[in-house]
C-alpha cells in the first residue's frame, strides 16, 4: 500500500453545483479524518470515522456538507449548492487507531475552486 | 478549547546552519500530544516529529529536536544543518484524545543555498 489517496486532485465547478470527493484510505487503518486548508492556513477538522461510524463532526461542517465511510473502507466527502466560500483544499488522513500518539497520514488533497 | 499559534510566518536560513520554529498552545487537559508536520511545496503533509506532555525529555529524530516547556505551553522544533529539502511549510498540531488535529496557521521555511 502506498499511502492515503485522494480523489479527483483538482476540481473546478460552479457555484450552486454539487461535488463529491473520495479517500482511500492505507487498508488496515481504522480512523479516517478529513479537514479543509484554505491558502495560507494550517488545515481545520471538519469529520472523523472510526470504522463506519462518523463520531465527531466540526462546526464548520455545514447541512451542505456530508461524508460517508461505507463498510469502514474509502470515504466520500459531499458538498452540496457549492458556495465561494468552499474553495479550498480538503485534505483527508488515516490512522492505525484511536490512541492520541498515531501519527495521522495525509493524502495529497483535493483542491476545489469554486466559480 | 484547543489552540495553537504559530507567530512566525516566514523564515529563512542558510543551508548547513540552524533555524528554531515558534509554536505556543493552549489546552486544558493534562496529557496530550504535540506534533510538527512538515507540507513541502506541493506535497502532501508529513510527520517531523511528536513529544507525549507526560515525558519531560526532549523528543529528537535525527535532525530535528523540540524543546517542549509544558508550563510555558511553548514547543518550538529546532532544525540543525539545515538542507534544501527542509524548504516547506511547517505545522505544529495537538491532539488531546486522538479525535482530531488542531493546527497552527504554519511557518513557511525557506532554506537557500
Known amino acids: 500500500d502506498t499511502g492515503v489517496s485522494q480523489d479527483p486532485r483538482h476540481k473546478i465547478t460552479k457555484r450552486g453545483q454539487n461535488v463529491t470527493f473520495r479517500c482511500d484510505p492505507i487498508?488496515?487503518?481504522?480512523?479516517l479524518y478529513w479537514y479543509r486548508q484554505t491558502l495560507g492556513q494550517g488545515p481545520e477538522f471538519l469529520t472523523y470515522?472510526?470504522?463506519?461510524?462518523?463520531?465527531?463532526k466540526s462546526r464548520l461542517l455545514s447541512d451542505r456538507f456530508s461524508a460517508e465511510r461505507p463498510k469502514g473502507s474509502f470515504s466520500t466527502l459531499e458538498i452540496q449548492r457549492t458556495e465561494q466560500g468552499d474553495s479550498a483544499m480538503y485534505l483527508c488522513?488515516?490512522?492505525?487507531?484511536?490512541?492520541?500518539?498515531?501519527?495521522?497520514?495525509f493524502g495529497p488533497g483535493t483542491r476545489l475552486t469554486v466559480t | 478549547a484547543q489552540t495553537v499559534t504559530q507567530s512566525q510566518p516566514e523564515m529563512s536560513v542558510q543551508e548547513a546552519e540552524t533555524v528554531t520554529l515558534s509554536c505556543t498552545y493552549d489546552?486544558?487537559?493534562?496529557?496530550?500530544?504535540l506534533f510538527w508536520y512538515k507540507q513541502p511545496p506541493s506535497r502532501q503533509m508529513i510527520l517531523v516529529i511528536r513529544?507525549?506532555?507526560?515525558?519531560?525529555q526532549n523528543a529528537t529524530e535525527n535532525r530535528f529536536s523540540v524543546n517542549f516547556q509544558k508550563a510555558a505551553k511553548s514547543f518550538s522544533l529546532k532544525i540543525s544543518d539545515s538542507q534544501l529539502g527542509d524548504t516547506a511549510m511547517y505545522f505544529c498540531?495537538?491532539?488531546?484524545?486522538?479525535?482530531?488535529?488542531?493546527f497552527g496557521a504554519g511557518t513557511i521555511l525557506r532554506v537557500k543555498s
Open positions: 488522513a488515516s490512522s492505525l487507531d484511536w490512541t492520541p500518539d498515531q501519527e495521522q497520514y
Open positions: 487498508s488496515e487503518h481504522n480512523r
Open positions: 470515522f472510526q470504522n463506519e461510524a462518523q463520531l465527531e
Open positions: 489546552t486544558s487537559e493534562s496529557n496530550y500530544y
Open positions: 513529544q507525549e506532555a507526560y515525558k519531560q
Open positions: 498540531a495537538l491532539t488531546e484524545y486522538g479525535n482530531k488535529l488542531v
